[in-house]
């Protein structure tokens, strides 16, 4: 059983910067890709960024040339670092964990860290 706790959330002025962890807990070698996805209020969640088991990296366009995903291994954790902040950054982040069971995949989500970006 995973389970994913996000931190590095808060407040910051636009212009700032944040980076977010996301530490797995339970089975750590089971992860074929980690992301990154975000919610406003009153808005659909949001893809952000993702990373695979090769390191290859994707990003949606809001956020290309400003924010860069990676993760350690060792620690089992991905980390969000987000430069350049702008308001409409401002919301709740989650980390999304993609396991494989053979040909089965496993999603796993965590409870969010809050982003609040002020102009």
């Known amino acids: 059983q995973v389970q994913l706790a996000e931190s590095g959330g808060g407040s910051v002025q636009a212009g700032g910067s944040l980076r977010l962890s996301c530490a797995a807990s339970g089975y750590i070698s089971c992860s074929v890709r980690m992301s990154w996805y975000r919610r406003a209020p009153g808005k659909e969640r949001e893809f952000v960024s993702t990373i695979d088991s090769a390191g290859s990296t994707s990003y949606a366009d809001s956020v290309k040339g400003r924010f860069t995903i990676s993760r350690d291994n060792a620690k089992n954790t991905v980390y969000l670092q987000m430069n350049s902040l702008k308001p409409e950054d401002t919301a709740m982040y989650y980390c999304?964990?993609?396991?494989?069971?053979?040909?089965?995949?496993?999603?796993?989500w965590g409870q969010g860290t809050q982003v609040t970006v002020s102009s």
């Open positions: 999304q964990r993609v396991c494989a069971d053979g040909d089965v995949l496993y999603t796993y």
